[in-house]
């Protein structure tokens, strides 16, 4: 079959990478101060953090619109018999349900498969990737599903943040306790393990958060027992801190970092600039 792998832009897949690696991109919406946005369609990423270092700006973030995501599946249906879409996390939006109730309509029932293996950033796009690989091994629609379902929970990931403000703006935190951290300097380390994004720990310094980051994902694949297994960072807005990781990761595990990717602005409005994620995933060979 030829099936065709299908993802949300907060996989951290851009555009031109779509076209390289062969998947198709939904971009999520986000609204600054009354006015929606796309990344890389309307608003540049310079333009974004120039917005949002404004102390007044609202941001709120939205899934897809269904009229849009129908006719990216119409126009994809064209030329391909089925579609396998990967959104981000059920537990972190509601764009995963929305998307399965368009699947069961007639003309998707059969031909697209939403898949929520409950992961965004980049072990999301290691989702897709596999995906990509498994299609091209042959694998039906249906087991490429199963496949990636079962192994949902072979991946770890934790972020930290320089700052409570964005996570305040966005509800996250309460502004009493967005204020509290501040004058404490805390950096929370956040952690998702499957539905929802979790509280991990805290740190007073990023030195310290990137330190507990390193040791939590050890810990992850010891007590999961993988024996081969990839490493990404993300950032957002400041890639020499995000070189600067990398280098330090490599180091405490002795293995290259597959990628170092920047973080979809639709995560950013909830986190801001400075925000540095650590991730692995279990390791399969195609």
């Not at 959104?87 to 995963?96: E, F, I, N």
């Not at 299609?135 to 199963?146: R, V």
């Not at 990636?148 to 309460?174: E, F």
């Amino acid at each position: 079959m030829n099936i065709a792998i299908m993802t949300d832009s907060n996989s951290g897949i851009t555009p031109e990478e779509a076209k390289k690696i062969g998947c198709y991109v939904i971009p999520m919406p986000f609204t600054i101060n009354q006015q929606l946005y796309f990344e890389d369609i309307n608003l540049t990423k310079p333009q974004f953090y120039d917005l949002i270092d404004e102390p007044n700006t609202q941001i709120l973030t939205s899934q897809p619109a269904l009229g849009d995501l129908s006719k990216a599946w119409k126009e994809c249906l064209e030329s391909h018999d089925a579609i396998i879409y990967i959104p981000m996390s059920s537990g972190l939006s509601g764009s995963c349900a929305s998307a399965k109730m368009l699947a069961d309509e007639d003309e998707f029932a059969g031909k697209v498969f939403v898949l929520d293996t409950q992961r965004i950033s980049v072990t999301l796009k290691q989702n897709i990737c596999d995906a990509i690989a498994l299609a091209k091994d042959g694998k039906t629609p249906e087991e490429i599903c199963d496949l990636l379902l079962a192994r949902k929970m072979d991946a770890t990931i934790y972020i930290t943040v320089p700052t409570l403000t964005y996570l305040k703006r966005g509800g996250r935190v309460t502004p009493a306790a967005a204020a509290l951290g501040s004058l404490l300097k805390i950096k929370p380390i956040l952690t998702i393990q499957g539905e929802k994004l979790d509280k991990f720990e805290t740190a007073r310094t990023m030195k310290k958060a990137r330190k507990i980051m390193i040791d939590a994902v050890k810990k992850d694949i010891a007590d999961r027992g993988w024996e081969q297994f990839d490493l990404y960072v993300s950032y957002s807005h400041d890639p020499e801190i995000a070189d600067d990781y990398v280098k330090e990761v490599e180091e405490a595990f002795g293995q290259k970092v597959l990628w170092n990717d920047e973080l979809s602005l639709s995560i950013a409005c909830h986190i801001g600039p400075g925000s540095l994620a650590l991730a692995a995933a279990k390791k399969y060979i195609y």
